[in-house]
């Protein structure tokens, strides 16, 4: 089993940055891929980012890339979701995840275990 906390949501105005943590443990974190997905009032969970297991490979949903930075520290057991620029439309529910292979990527398939979220809201 794993758990995972994330931490670092709040309220900023359009434009500003938010740096949100994810808190994993319960197995080796370090060999595994970890990914953020979001979901707004009303719509589905989206793929945001990835990132593989030794922090070398990351993926990015297009509307984020430029504005978004996913990163590891895998003696912390943590990782990271950078959020500069923020938009209205970045309003979400973040949730971290884990998943059981060396790599990442957009599927949510791929990340059986996941956080509770942490909200994040944008004011125009």
Do not use: H
Not at 52 to 79: A, E
Not at 97 to 112: C, R, V
């Amino acid at each position: 089993q794993v758990q995972l906390v994330e931490s670092g949501g709040g309220l900023v105005q359009a434009g500003g940055s938010l740096r949100l943590s994810c808190a994993a443990s319960g197995r080796t974190f370090s060999r595994y891929g970890m990914g953020w997905f979001r979901q707004a009032p009303g719509k589905e969970r989206e793929f945001v980012a990835a990132i593989s297991w030794s922090g070398d490979t990351t993926f990015y949903t297009n509307s984020v890339k430029g504005r978004f930075t996913i990163s590891r520290d895998n003696p912390k057991n943590t990782v990271y979701l950078q959020m500069n620029s923020l938009k209205s439309e970045d309003t979400a529910v973040y949730l971290c995840a884990a998943s059981t292979t060396y790599s990442a990527g957009p599927s949510q398939g791929l990340y059986p275990y996941w956080g509770q979220g942490t909200q994040v809201t944008v004011s125009s």
